[in-house]
């Protein structure tokens, strides 16, 4: 009697787990965030955690340091403001070419400031959690990156928080582009389990010219990332296939294990 | 159904599950995160009864889920599978001993990541594999096998804390007490 409950309980539980895998994609998603909506409040209480010690370190600092702080800020901001007015000044010259030829310009990049919140729990997927959401005018495909570089792609949006899928998950393929004279083309793919920091560069012509060093850019091609993001550098190539096709290694530019704050691209402008 | 232990249980889960994804400190350093849910599913099926396995490796899995890429669900059935298992045989496992403790925590470690992988290829997901899944694989069933014994110990201090216990009879009984007097 008790072994037929037990049997029973099984069957139950494995119904259930084929109505849930059975469930149309919508759906499952929308009940996918539901579930995880429950962990919320802790989230809000790990972030105050995780401020205290360094709100603490900040109460100890003499205020001499600080001041010096402030001051080198002060010097800094006043180069990065010569600095845009140059590049507005470019921009403003750019956008007048591009009208003499008749092509589209570029519209200004909308940048949305985004912490990240946690992290895939399982070791077989290279994603996070940010906590901006569909309130904040997030969409799934939009770019997330850092001033360093390319991080990924939102992959999945709920009301208040979004799952970024990160560069090295085999869901996250970009196009790309190696600044070199030929400009050969290839596709980011998956990294290594363990070492995220490297990511394979396949599906580049035989006749590919890489060099260590050489630096990777978002081709544009794709349709979800705009051109120019920095992705990493060239480690090195070796030819496959019998010198059919090369393939790469590439170091990223961002530091995938360290993420603290993102930026979430809003307005993508695609070539 | 003790509520009281299958409460615990559940509350344990749902913290380890938020752990796992909030501090990532084990990932930073071996590269891989440590699962504590077949460790819990070890001591509820050793300890509770099956209503409460069930409802761990339902809730559970639906946890792990929802902060991870899995699709909903897909932890589910490795956890259960294990619970089952360990519970059907709860008789003949001398659950006292940290040894026996160690042992199924290894097993249960090492068996519902595979099982997970597995069933992620079979409904035809991708995830990152590869020689490197090797090393986390055997960080997550050290991890695992390590926590076991800790995690009963933990259990059995909540259950002596916060749960009721019997009052000892003494052997002493008064109307089996030997008078000695004069005769």
């Known amino acids: ?271 | 159904m003790d509520i009281l232990q299958t409460i615990l249980i559940l509350t344990a889960a749902f913290l380890a599950v938020f752990g796992e994804a909030t501090f990532p400190v084990l990932p930073r350093w071996l590269g891989a995160q440590v699962d504590l849910l077949p460790v819990l599913m070890v001591y509820a099926a050793l300890n509770l009864d099956f209503i409460a396995v069930s409802l761990l490796a339902v809730l559970g899995g639906l946890w792990f889920d929802a902060l991870s890429a899995n699709p909903l669900g897909i932890s589910i059935l490795p956890l259960y599978v294990v619970g089952f298992l360990i519970h059907l045989r709860r008789d003949l496992i001398l659950r006292e001993l940290s040894f026996a403790q160690l042992v199924l925590g290894t097993v249960a470690s090492a068996v519902v990541p595979v099982l997970s992988v597995l069933l992620l290829l079979t409904a035809g997901k991708q995830p990152l594999l590869g020689w490197g899944s090797i090393w986390q694989w055997i960080v997550m069933t050290a991890g695992g096998a390590a926590a076991t014994p800790l995690v009963f110990a933990l259990f059995n201090w909540c259950n002596h804390a916060l749960g009721y216990q019997p009052r000892t009879e003494t052997s002493f009984r008064p109307d089996r007490e030997i008078r000695r007097g004069r005769l």
């Not at chain 1, 790990?46 to 702080?69: C, F, I, K, M, N």
Request: with cysteine.
């Open chain 1, 1 to 271: 009697m008790f072994r037929k409950r037990q049997y029973i309980a099984l069957g139950v539980v494995t119904l259930l787990v084929l109505l849930i895998l059975s469930l149309p994609p919508r759906v499952a998603s929308h009940l996918k965030l539901a579930v995880g909506s429950l962990f919320l409040p802790l989230f809000g209480l790990a972030g105050t955690t995780q401020q205290l010690p360094a709100d603490l370190a900040d109460s100890v600092l003499p205020r001499r340091e600080l001041l010096q702080q402030i001051d080198r800020l002060r010097h800094t901001n006043e180069a990065f403001q010569v600095q845009t007015l140059q590049a507005a000044a470019l921009a403003r010259e750019n956008d007048q070419l591009h009208s003499l030829l008749n092509w589209q310009q570029q519209a200004p990049w909308k940048l949305r400031l985004a912490n990240v919140i946690m992290r895939d729990p399982a070791n077989w997927w290279q994603t996070v959690q940010i906590n901006l959401g569909s309130r904040d005018g997030i969409q799934t495909n939009l770019p997330v990156l850092t001033a360093e570089g390319l991080v990924g792609r939102v992959s999945a949006v709920g009301y208040t928080r979004s799952q970024v899928v990160l560069i090295g998950d085999p869901n996250c393929r970009i196009s790309v582009i190696v600044e070199n004279p030929a400009h050969d083309m290839g596709i980011i793919g998956a990294s290594g389990p363990l070492d995220t920091s490297l990511v394979d560069l396949t599906y580049l012509s035989g006749r590919a010219s890489l060099k260590s060093g050489q630096n990777v850019f978002t081709s544009g091609l794709g349709g979800v990332f705009p051109k120019g993001i920095p992705v990493g550098q060239v480690v090195d190539s070796r030819p496959v296939e019998f010198g059919l096709y090369t393939e790469a290694r590439v170091k990223l530019s961002v530091d995938l294990g360290a993420l603290d704050q993102v930026w979430v691209l809003l307005n993508p402008q695609l070539n």
